[in-house]
């Protein structure tokens, strides 16, 4: 008898832990689900600030280089009109064809 008793405990006792376990199941994948969604989120966002980073890298860039132009362009026409002032200063004509450029 005692043997019946300890059996149906048993039943019991396992059908209660096959419930429990498909509570905790279903809770681990809400919580694995709402886990990678955050993830997800969180991904796209990163997505976006690496992608306007690279924009203001860019841009950056794009500045520099064209500074870095306007300087050199800057020191030729410098240098183009420093020798036209020394050859004025001189004495002598600069002519390109002919047009007299000083």
Known sequence: MSSI???LTDLVK???EVIWSFFTTAGH????TLGFMLHIFEAA?????EF???LVELAGGIV????GNILILGIIVAAFFGYLQYQRKQGNTVRVGNKKLN
Do not use: E, P, T
Request: aromatic content about 10%.
């Open 29 to 32: 994948l809400a919580q694995r």
């Open 45 to 49: 966002i990163n997505v976006g600030i």
């Open 5 to 7: 008793i300890s059996s």
């Open 64 to 67: 520099q280089f064209v500074l």
């Open 14 to 16: 396992s059908v209660f």
């Open 52 to 54: 306007l980073k690279g």
